[in-house]
């Protein structure tokens, strides 16, 4: 079964600080997705990446940057997180023109 | 580009009672077609998948979905529902060949006793 862990579930950061979210897969997919989810808004992709040390900017990239060194480990880093940063963010990974798997999700709350 | 809408925000319904999400989807090119489920506090799961072949799809537990080309709707049907399908419903669309999904708002399923 194909697993996609996220570092943490639940995290609490401070407006201005640096943050790291971490995104493993143990399937040796091509691609990594970082979605955001808010009520009522659906799921809005931030940023994919097709290989590594590829990125491609999504719907919503602003305040939002990432890193991917290795096939396996996608980062999302907030530069300088802002309140209107908090939210559900969700990881996943597929192989080329296939279904997404997807991570538990981390919850973030800047405040 | 792709686009999909989900009309319903929010669905009550009651346990053993059937029930259906609707979805309807834009694009200009073919596509694939997906519904996935996300229950409280964890990631989504995908319940089935409209690649091709018969428009009837069959998913896990008990739900399936109709893919209509000529209404462009992909609706999520369940004969009899039970309280463990309290959760969230998204339904997806994405060009064939291309690696991106589009994702809808999501509908609530409220399964009442």
């Known amino acids: 079964d194909v697993k996609v862990t996220q570092s943490s579930r639940y995290l609490v950061k401070r407006t201005g600080e640096k943050v790291f979210l971490e995104c493993v897969q143990d399937?040796?997919?091509?691609?990594m997705f970082w979605y955001r989810q808010d009520p009522g808004l659906g799921l809005r992709l931030i940023y994919f990446s097709y290989d590594v040390k590829m990125k491609e900017k999504g719907d919503i990239p602003e305040g939002y940057s990432v890193s991917r060194e290795k096939k396996e480990r996608f980062s999302l880093i907030l530069e300088s997180a802002s309140t209107n940063q908090t939210s559900m963010y969700l990881c996943a990974s597929s192989l080329r023109g296939l279904r997404q798997y997807f991570g538990p999700g981390t919850r973030l709350l800047v405040l | 580009a792709q686009s999909v809408t989900q009309l319903d925000s929010q669905v009550p319904v009651f346990e053993e009672a059937p029930v259906e999400l609707r979805c309807n989807y834009s694009?200009?090119?073919?596509?694939?077609l997906f519904w996935y489920v996300q229950y409280p506090n964890q990631g989504l799961q995908l319940l089935l998948k409209?690649?091709?072949?018969?428009?009837l799809v069959k998913g896990i537990n008990g739900f399936e979905a109709e893919f209509n080309k000529s209404q462009t709707s992909f609706h999520l049907r369940k004969p009899s529902v039970h309280i463990s399908d309290t959760a969230e419903y998204f339904c997806a669309v994405s060009a064939i060949r291309d690696d991106k999904i589009i994702f809808g708002k999501g509908t609530r399923l409220h399964i009442l006793p």
């Open positions: 409209y690649l091709s072949g018969s428009t």
């Open positions: 694009s200009s090119v073919s596509v694939y």
């Open positions: 399937m040796d997919h091509e691609n």
